[in-house]
């Protein structure tokens, strides 16, 4: 059986391991894997289905450009260029304004946007026995693990 833990990069997690080993976990038993950091990823204007950052820059420009296609169509049929080139030109100029503030909107929250604390930085894995799952949960939870889990039963 597996117990996984996550803990903050500290002495609290060298003495966890050398408590685990004071228990008779072989060092063997023992992985403590560091996580890595991601690289900042750059902000992308069309979205795929197998890559996408949360951010959509078309949804504003397409909802702004067909409020202005429908008010210049309805203008246009004042002006001299009619409404069909007025819809046209609507449409161009609220998609603009939409991607404009679309951009700035996601500009600002990008500079606004620190790195989040996040809460692990070493995930530790620990092979046992059944009988050693609950002392390894116990000195992995006095030792302030963030997080622990089992896999396989016992």
Same mark, same amino acid.
Request: some cysteine.
């Given at each position: 059986m597996y117990i996984v833990a996550t803990f903050r990069h500290s002495s609290e997690l060298e003495l966890a391991i050398c408590e685990l080993e004071r228990q008779g976990i072989l060092a063997a038993a023992i992985a403590a894997v560091p996580l890595m950091e991601n690289a900042p990823q750059e902000m992308r204007v &069309?979205? +795929?289905? !197998?890559?996408?950052d949360g951010i959509s820059m078309l949804d504003s420009?397409?909802?702004?450009? +067909?409020?202005?296609?429908?008010?210049? =169509?309805?203008?246009? &049929? !004042?002006?001299?260029?009619g409404p069909i080139i007025g819809g046209l030109l609507g449409l161009g100029a609220g998609a603009a304004l939409g991607f404009v503030l679309d951009w700035l909107i996601n &500009?600002?929250? !990008?500079?606004?946007?620190?790195? !989040?604390?996040?809460? =692990?930085?070493?995930?530790?894995?620990?092979?046992?026995?059944?009988?050693? =799952?609950?002392?390894?949960r116990h000195i992995m939870e006095r030792w302030l693990a963030i997080g622990i889990g089992q896999l396989g039963s016992g």
């Open positions: &069309f979205d +795929t289905i !197998r890559h996408s420009p397409a909802v702004i450009g +067909t409020i202005g296609s429908v008010l210049g =169509a309805s203008l246009g &049929f !004042r002006w001299a260029i &500009f600002k929250r !990008r500079k606004k946007r620190r790195r !989040r604390e996040h809460g =692990a930085d070493v995930v530790v894995i620990v092979e046992c026995s059944p009988d050693q =799952a609950s002392d390894v």
